[in-house]
């Protein structure tokens, strides 16, 4: 599977935009990047995804770059619900492909 | 959105005992569940696949004789650990995805092991 690398960890203030970024530069031209989130003590949750063109969604935006080896999350207000791990992920196209999970961006929402 | 129950969400055993998980779906039916597992402070660990009406597939380093799956219905995995020690306390989370074009999974909202 192709390897994704996220910085450990970033703060940022509540009520400001957040912009987690992502390197995959061995990403394959059937990957997806998917984007997921998890609480503490809970189940990871699906934030977004998508293959080449930008996506936005009631979470979150998702800018990739042209040459897909790198792509951003963007939350445009943090709050403090939106403390979390942060997970990208590159998700093969078939059906029932298994999601690998790196380390993650915990990321700090603080007042 | 899908939803995918655990139950137990804690539990606690004696070491040498069997614990047994469950996995659903509410509202879709999911003939591929995957199972995970996190220690603390780590990420999560793909443990297998489970495959409704045939043998799991278990990843590299992982006991299928010490965790097993069962997925008998479309709606349904079990994960049972057997003969548990404390090295096996950790966080247990499963996964499936809506069959068809939805590409997102949904998960479970964990089962917190702890074996005593």
């Known amino acids: 599977d192709a390897k994704t690398t996220q910085p450990n960890s970033m703060e940022s203030n509540e009520e400001e935009p957040v912009h987690l970024p992502c390197n995959h530069s061995?990403?394959?031209?059937?990957?997806?990047i998917h984007w997921y989130r998890q609480l503490p003590s809970q189940g990871p949750e699906y934030v977004i995804h998508?293959?080449?063109s930008n996506v936005n969604n009631r979470m979150a935006s998702l800018a990739i770059a042209e040459d897909r080896k790198s792509s951003t999350l963007i939350l445009h207000r943090a709050t403090l619900r939106d403390a979390a791990v942060y997970y990208c992920i590159l998700r093969p196209g078939g059906t029932a492909s298994k999601l690998t999970f790196g380390t993650g961006t915990r990321l700090q929402v603080t007042l | 959105g899908a939803v995918v129950s655990q139950h137990p969400s804690r539990v606690i055993c004696k070491s040498g005992t069997s614990v047994k998980i469950e996995c659903r779906s509410l509202?879709?039916?999911?003939?591929?569940m995957f199972w995970y597992r996190q220690f603390p402070k780590q990420s999560l660990m793909l443990m297998a696949t489970?495959?409704?009406?045939?043998?799991?597939?278990?990843e590299q380093g992982v006991e299928k004789d010490k965790f097993l799956i069962n997925h008998a219905s479309l709606t349904l995995s079990t994960l049972t650990v057997t003969s548990a020690h404390p090295e096996d306390s950790s966080f247990y989370i499963c996964?499936?995805?809506?069959?068809?074009?939805?590409?997102?999974?949904?998960f479970g909202q964990g089962t917190r092991l702890t074996v005593v």
């Open positions: 998508g293959l080449t």
């Open positions: 996964s499936a995805r809506v069959p068809g074009k939805r590409r997102e999974a949904f």
């Open positions: 489970s495959n409704e009406g045939s043998k799991a597939t278990y």
């Open positions: 509202d879709f039916q999911a003939t591929t």
């Open positions: 061995t990403i394959s031209g059937t990957d997806y």
